[in-house]
Every structure is written in C-alpha cells, then in structure tokens.
C-alpha cells in the first residue's frame, strides 16, 4: 500500500510514525510519503514554545482530553528512554493564574502534582488572586521534529518537498490512501469554513534564570490573549496574542510591544532578558479537530482520505492521541482493502 | 558619639551579607570588610547555593526558623525584582526524596518555602528506589553573582572593602571599634576554634539545559541543582579532609548516584568541577565575644563572631547577619551608656 501524508508539521509526521509502528508488518510493501512545503524548523510546531498544556476547559469535547492525555502519558513514558533528549521532552514545572476565582482545569487529573496556589504564591503576582501550580512536559518543536523525521527516514520513509495542490493530484499519482495534515492550509485542499487563523506572536529571549511557566488567562479576553512566558532548553517564550482571522505571518510591532510589556509587569527580570527574535505563526484553529475518514469519488475512482487536522494551539499536547487515532482509522481502510493479516488466510 | 568604626573580616555570603546588614542600618557607623579571598575565590562561590536546610538539634527550632525565614524572604523579594538576573537570586523548584519514610514529614521549614506538599504516587513512579517525597519552591542564590551584587550595594552603602589576609584579629583592634569575625574555617585560628572543621564536598556543574528541577535525596549526599548556566550535581561529606583537588573517585560517585536519579545525565557534558571545605561546627557562632580591653587609651572593642554555617551559609547567612546586627547595635548601645 502507499500513503501519502501532507503536511510535515507534528501531526503530520506523527500520524506517519504510528502508521509505520501499527502496520509496517501487517501490510507488506508499506510505502509512507510525506509531502509538505514547509518543513523543520519552517513549521508551525516550530514556532510553538511546546509546553504540553490543552485550553483550561474541554466543553465537554471527552475525545479531545483522551487523546491530550494519551499524549501526555506517552511522552512522560518518554522521559527515562536513551533518547529523551534528543527528542526534546523535559519536565516543567509552572503557574497558571487567573484574576478571579475559576474551576480547576479540565487537566488537571492528566499533569503532575496539580494543587492551587497559595496565598503567598499569588503575592508573587499582583492583580491575580486564583491559579494553580501543576508539572507537566515541554516538547520542543524544533527538536523534536528532526527527530521524528530522523526515526521516519531510518525506517523508509520518504519525503517531498512540494506544495500539493490536491487530493486526486496524490490519488493519481499512485496513493492508497492519504492523510491530511495540512494544518492551517488545509482550506486550499478542501474549503472548511470552521478552520479560521488564530495568529500569534511571541518573542524568543535569553533568561535562563527563569525555570518555571507563567501563564495568564482571562476568561473574557479569551485563550492565549493573555501574557504567558514559558521556559524551554535554551530560550524563554513570551507570548500574549490569538487573532482570529488575520493571516498575516509578519511580526507586528505594535504585538511585540504588547506582549513585552505586559511580560516585563509580570515577571519584572525579563527586563534584562536578551531579546533574540520575534517570530509569528497562524494556530489552525477549529470548532474541534477534523480528525475522520472520507471517502471522495472523483470520477470512478474513490480516493480514501483520513483528516487530521485543526489543533489550533494544542497540536504538540495532542498529537500522539490523534497520531494514534489516525492510524486505527488506516486500519479500517486495510481491511476494507483486503490487505489485513486475515486476507492472508 | 564619634564615628564608630567597624570592620567586617571574611568576603564569602556570610562576610557581605553581614557588612551590608551593619552598613544599611547603621548609616553613622563607617563599615570595612577585610578579605584574603574575594569572589570567584570563596567556598560560597561553588555552593549551589539551595535555600534548604536540616534540623539541627543543638539550635533552638525558633532561632533555626528566623534564620531561615529571614534569609528566605530577604531572597524572595530579590528573585522577584529585575535584579534577580544580576544578584544571581532565581525560584527553583523540586522534590526531596527519601529511600525510608523519614519521621519528621514537615520539616522546619516546610511553612517557610513555597507550596509545600508531599509527592503523589504518579510522582513517585519516577523514583522506584525512593518511598517518599516532599514537592517545594525554594529560591537559589549564585554566589559568583551574589557576592559582587552584594559588593555594589555594601560601597553604596558607603561600605570600603580592602584585600587583606587578617592573621590575627588582635591587629585590628587599634583601627576599629567592632570586629565582626565571618571567616568560617579561617575560625580555627582567628577565634583559635577548632571545633570548626573542614567538611569536604566535591560537585560537578554539567550541561543539561532540559533539566528545570531540583532533586535531594534525602541521604543528604546526592543531589541535582540547575542553575542559571548548569547543573550542579554533587556531592560528598568528608569531614577532617582538607584536600582542595578534585578527585576521580568522587567524581565517578557523584555521576552514578546523581545518574540513578535522572538518567539523562549520563548524557550530560561536564563543565567544570570543583571542591569547597564547608565550615562545619555543631552550631553556628552568632555571639559577642568578651569585650577585648585595648590597652592603649582605655577604649574596648567589641569582637561578634558569625561563623560555622556549615552547608548551609547561603541558607542562613542573611538571617545570621542581621541577628549580627543586632549584637552590634547592642554593643554599641552599650558603649554610649558607658561615656
């Protein structure tokens, strides 16, 4: 069978990895392509500071939490392997303040050590009088997608650099089946009016006394448009911006002077934190994750597609859950194809 | 009264927390500090510089906690400040493990660092040697930059801060009115103390920038500390050792122990290793010393001594040092009851 995946972001090179992990010895010749025209460390996942952190409340979305706490529980099994470092997990610890009192988070029986903060914590923070302190995992995007890549390529995978302009394009070409992980462009494939832009900036520093996550949230102004400043290896992110619809991926002055003044009365040591780049990127912001099958007829022939995308700013917290989704739902299509470990009987 | 002169012998943490303690409070006082050895140079500079400490039985728990909880907040509001960077001052937070469930649960200080709890048992999973846990923030204080932070804000206190090996306290009782002895091993023979002993503790400073926790082990010899630019792993306690050279053996201890602990390091580069001699005594000496008679005009001169911290001079220096203050400022009362 050939797969063809697009997209080269942590959705779409995760989803390849547990493909290959599920079925590389059940269908025999298993041919994995992935296509993109961005790749590391030009991705969205790049630009992600990659603290492992879902919204504070899932809506009632259970299948959300269960694949963000499947990737969760995956990555801290990651922790003690030889290569955790190379693919870029760690523990963090951190805060999460709110400016009034709110219910605990729907993650908070996923992360470890959850508790709230106590009043001297929140003296810390002037203007925040509620939060929680938790520790969770950091997966650093730019590490860990070489790493992804690096596993993908040692076990035959390949990789195209090239835009793919659509579905019956790969589908002609020779693909079984193809796995959508086309992020925020996902629209040129097939237009979904719910998959909308959420920009946001961040600016990159140096401030390695810092060793713990700051986040802000305020429930009126909405997720992510709230300062947060998030530790990782070797740079600290700070951030503060979500705009829903604006497609633009240049810096914006005006952003960065929001953002870093609003760190600076947060955390007042910023102040001297050497400023190392800006950089802007659009979260593939969803109702919810298209993460499904469809079957496309174009003309005769009946192109079997597998969705996986609409993270929005949860991709690096949720990937392995959907990853692994992705890669059950190819092993109905391998049934249906006859090309299971039963059609060999 | 004509300007009292007082003079602050020893530069580690516990020689300038105590001369800009004197020197802030007391802006008539004209305040020096002698030093042999200045930062980068001092024990305090190799310390990892923890806010932690352990319950020392012959202490008064009260005194132990105002130490602590001074010293402590003091940090605190520095960590929290734009000159945290500067001063070397950061929040760290992590676990404590013990191999046994210890007795005492809650130490001293468990109300006086922050968020105290005891680890869960998913926390625990990752230590399959270890049965129990304390989860806690604490502050770190670099030395390298504490100590010349310290230095800046002593001379703009109008602090005078000379290079000089004092051999004998005795030599300077004709120049000062008060001598506050911070010499910590230096003790032995400038307050003839040889109670002070030299506990010897070897670290490595790796580079493991993933690393954002502490980790103790109960046992009080292992332990992992990440800093501002590495990660302090350690240790050993040889008490009596005076040997100042790294040793291979311990090195090879310390990334065994420290490796069982946190696998990743064994992936770890050493930076740099180094060895301090920890001034042990079986408490600290926060105290006035008889009054020395001077025999030239009459005069006395007031010795208080603030020596034998231990491992823990970073976590109690600014605790002492103000309780040391406080010594001086009596004596001085003292002295204009006197005239």
Request: aromatic share 10%; glycine share 10%; proline share 5%.
């Amino acid at each position: 069978m050939r797969v063809a995946v697009i997209g080269a972001g942590v959705i779409g090179l995760s989803a390849a990895q547990s493909i290959y992990e599920q079925f590389h010895s059940i269908v025999s010749p298993l041919s994995i392509e992935v296509y993109a025209d961005y790749f590391t460390p030009l991705t969205t996942s790049d630009g992600a500071a990659g603290l492992w952190q879902p919204y504070l409340y899932d809506k009632g979305n259970v299948q959300e939490t269960k694949w963000n706490k499947e990737t969760f529980d995956y990555l801290l099994s990651c922790l003690r392997s030889p290569d955790s470092i190379q693919m870029g997990v760690f523990l963090q610890s951190g805060y999460n303040l709110c400016t009034e009192p709110a219910p605990d988070p729907s993650f908070k029986d996923i992360v470890l050590g959850f508790r709230q903060l106590t009043e001297r914590e929140l003296q810390m923070f002037p203007g925040y009088n509620h939060g929680w302190f938790n520790t969770s995992l950091m997966l650093e995007g730019k590490t860990y997608l070489p790493w992804l890549m690096d596993w993908l390529q040692k076990r035959g995978v390949t990789f195209y650099q090239r835009k793919i302009e659509s579905f019956k394009e790969l589908a002609e070409s020779g693909a079984d089946v193809i796995i959508n992980c086309s992020g925020m462009r996902s629209g040129d494939l097939q237009p979904d009016p719910e998959l909308k832009p959420g920009r946001g900036q961040i600016v990159k520093v140096e401030a390695p006394w810092l060793k713990h996550w700051i986040i802000t949230h305020n429930l009126k102004k909405g997720v992510y448009n709230s300062p947060y400043i998030i530790p990782g290896s070797r740079l600290v992110t700070v951030g503060g911006i979500l705009q829903f619809g604006n497609w633009s991926e240049k810096n914006n002055s005006t952003d960065h002077k929001y953002i870093w003044e609003s760190a600076c009365q947060l955390e007042p040591s910023l102040k001297h934190a050497r400023i190392v780049q800006d950089w802007a990127g659009l979260r593939p912001v969803r109702s919810k994750v298209r993460l499904e099958r469809e079957t496309i007829q174009s003309g005769a022939a009946a192109i079997e597609v597998i969705h996986n995308y609409g993270h929005g700013g949860f991709g690096l917290t949720i990937h392995r859950g959907c990853a692994q989704e992705a890669a059950r739902l190819f092993g109905q299509i391998v049934e249906q194809k006859g090309e299971g470990p039963k059609a060999r009987l | 009264m004509g300007g009292v002169r007082v003079v602050v012998v020893g530069a580690g943490v516990v020689g300038f927390s105590t001369a800009v303690c004197i020197a802030e409070n007391l802006p008539h006082v004209s305040v020096t500090l002698l030093g042999e050895k200045f930062s980068p140079e001092t024990t305090s500079d190799g310390a990892a510089g923890i806010l932690f400490a352990h319950h020392n039985p012959d202490v008064p728990v009260e005194q132990q906690r105002r130490w602590f909880k001074s010293s402590f907040d003091h940090l605190r509001l520095i960590a929290q400040s734009e000159d945290a960077p500067e001063a070397g001052v950061m929040l760290s937070s992590g676990w404590q493990i013990f191999r046994d469930v210890p007795e005492d649960k809650t130490p001293y200080w468990s109300d006086l660092v922050l968020g105290f709890r005891i680890m869960t048992e998913r926390e625990m999973v990752r230590f399959p040697e270890h049965r129990f846990g304390q989860a806690f923030t604490t502050i770190k204080c670099e030395c390298s930059r504490y100590l010349p932070w310290l230095e800046k804000r002593f001379r703009r206190a109008g602090g005078q801060v000379e290079q000089r090996r004092v051999d004998n306290l005795q030599d300077l009782s004709g120049s000062f009115d008060v001598i506050v002895n911070c010499s910590g091993l230096g003790s032995r023979s400038l307050a003839a103390d040889v109670s002070v002993q030299p506990v010897r503790g070897q670290v490595l400073k790796m580079e493991a920038p993933w690393l954002q926790h502490f980790i103790w082990d109960g046992d009080g010899l292992t332990y992992i500390f990440p800093g501002i630019q590495g990660v302090t792993i350690g240790g050993t306690r040889q008490g009596g050792d005076w040997n100042l050279q790294v040793e291979e053996n311990d090195t090879r201890g310390i990334l065994k122990r420290c490796s069982s602990l946190e696998p990743s390091l064994t992936r770890a580069r050493i930076l740099s290793s180094w060895v301090g001699l920890r001034p042990d005594r079986r408490t600290p000496r926060v105290e006035v010393e008889r009054e020395v008679e001077v025999k030239k005009g009459g005069r006395s001169v007031t010795v208080v001594h603030n020596y034998g911290h231990g491992g823990i001079g970073v976590s109690l220096a600014w605790g002492t040092a103000m309780e040391a203050l406080g010594l001086v400022k009596k004596s001085l009362q003292g002295n204009k009851a006197k005239l």
